[in-house]
T-cell receptor, first 118, second 113 residues
Framework: AQTVTQSQPEMSVQEAETVTLSCTYD???????LFWYKQPPSRQMILVIR??????QNATENRFSVNFQKAAKSFSLKISDSQLGDAAMYFC???????????????FGKGTLLTVNP | EAGVAQSPRYKIIEKRQSVAFWCNPI?????LYWYQQILGQGPKLLIQ????????DSQLPKDRFSAERLKGVDSTLKIQPAKLEDSAVYLC???????????FGSGTRLTVV
């Protein structure tokens, strides 16, 4: 079974600074998707960034970028120029590429609570 | 487009009572998921529907939890009887068939006392 581990329960960063959130995962599959989701107090999961495992290039979305190390099974999220609105729980998630199957579930880590200090 | 609608937003019940949650997914999304998120943990899949058929319910405590998705649109999740450990946020999400674009609702926070 696939597992996702986030080893940092809490992180803090000063506004305008850069912070990196860590995530490791375990899988025997060669092709899969990895995600970072943000969950503010409103509880709705919001997609931050997505990475396809077959792509060597790291995904970027504005101030958000990932460092995807497939061999090490590591998928960290870097937030540049942190803003007060970035404060939230961040979850790393995994999904297999279901070729022939139909199970498209996301497997989540336990999350990292990010605090942004003004 | 409208988001995934869930109700109620909050619910407090006593143990051994029953409770039901409702979810209305994005129009056209064939796949619907119910996740349980216990405080301090990531969401865990309870059940996945493809149209109105169950794809995965391996993590659903079937002695007390049940779910249905009539006509392949709305879904309800029921707990009967509730236990203290069922206190959690119940999130509903939907996606196109094999899509990797998931839309989540705002969840229902259940407190069992």
């Amino acid at each position: 079974a696939q597992t996702v581990t986030q080893s940092q329960p809490e992180m803090s960063v000063q506004e305008a600074e850069t912070v990196t959130l860590s995530c490791t995962y375990d899988t025997s599959e060669s092709d899969y998707y990895l995600f970072w989701y943000k969950q503010p107090p409103s509880r709705q999961m919001i997609l931050v960034i997505r990475q396809e495992a077959y792509k060597q290039q790291n995904a970027t979305e504005n101030r958000f970028s990932v460092n995807f190390q497939k061999a090490a099974k590591s998928f960290s999220l870097k937030i540049s120029d942190s803003q007060l609105g970035d404060a939230a729980m961040y979850f790393c998630a995994y999904r297999r590429v279901s070729s022939g199957g139909s199970n498209y579930k996301l497997t989540f880590g336990k999350g990292t609570l990010l605090t942004v200090n003004p | 487009e409208a988001g995934v609608a869930q109700s109620p937003r909050y619910k407090i019940i006593e143990k051994r009572q029953s409770v039901a949650f409702w979810c209305n997914p994005i129009s056209g999304h064939a796949t619907l998921y119910w996740y349980q998120q216990i405080l301090g943990q990531g969401p865990k899949l309870l059940i996945q529907f493809q149209n109105n058929g169950v794809v995965d319910d391996s993590q659903l405590p079937k002695d007390r939890f049940s779910a249905e998705r009539l006509k392949g649109v709305d879904s309800t999740l029921k707990i009967q009887p509730a236990k203290l450990e069922d206190s959690a946020v119940y999130l509903c999400a939907s996606s196109f068939n094999r899509g990797i674009g998931y839309t989540f609702g705002s969840g229902t926070r259940l407190t069992v006392v």
